[in-house]
């Protein structure tokens, strides 16, 4: 198994295509077109685990100067609850030792429809959590999906105003001025902010 950073915008786009629009719920999932103009501005980074015969997960990040997003994380399906996320998480470490902060969005278990709904997004923080990622009071909402905010174990912890303020900058950096006027809300306990 190993880490391979994407260089090439067809495979990007097959990922997107055969990958992620079954991984992620329509509302979940950004235009191509947004992620390709981050990837083509290098804001955008994309990585898979991966064996000499297939790709068993991928990781796409956005950054904006040394913060980055952890935007999308999946393990293929026939490879799920095997360890990889946790094993992709920690490899992935490696390739962001220079870092002030990541972050990661997970969809908020207070905003789920059903009980169901909410016991998966509880297990969905819960793995962050036991990778290491401290919980912040940042709450979002990205095209009418709603995340809680994980801060990776990178240095120094931010206060909430601070991780508010990264994340929004990062999305400032990928989407364009009028989804993020319009798509993009957070919500930070420091400063009431909207």
């Known amino acids: 198994m190993r880490i391979r950073k994407l260089t090439e915008q067809a495979e990007i786009a097959r990922i997107y295509d055969e990958k992620m629009k ?9 235009p191509f077109s947004s992620i390709l103009r981050a990837w083509e501005g290098r804001k955008y980074y994309c990585y898979v685990l991966e064996t000499d015969v297939e790709i ?3 990781a796409y990040f956005a950054r904006n100067g040394c913060s980055y997003l952890l935007d999308y994380l999946a393990i293929a399906g026939e490879h799920r609850d095997q360890g990889l996320g946790t094993v992709f998480l920690s490899q992935l470490a490696d390739c962001f030792q220079a870092t002030d902060c990541i972050l990661v969005e997970a969809e908020d278990p207070d905003a789920a429809q059903n009980q169901q709904n909410a016991e998966l997004r509880e297990r969905r923080l819960n793995f962050y959590r036991k990778c290491g990622y401290r919980l912040t009071d940042v709450k979002t909402s990205v095209f009418g999906a709603d995340y809680r905010i994980l801060e ?7 206060t909430a105003e601070e991780t508010a303020k990264i994340y929004a900058e990062i999305y400032r950096t990928i989407l364009p001025d009028r989804f993020y006027r319009s798509e993009f809300r957070i919500r930070c306990p420091d400063t009431g902010k909207r």
């Open 22 to 30: 079954q991984d992620f719920p329509p509302n979940e999932l950004k």
């Open 152 to 158: 990776a174990p990178t240095g120094k912890a931010h």
């Open 56 to 58: 068993l997960g991928y």
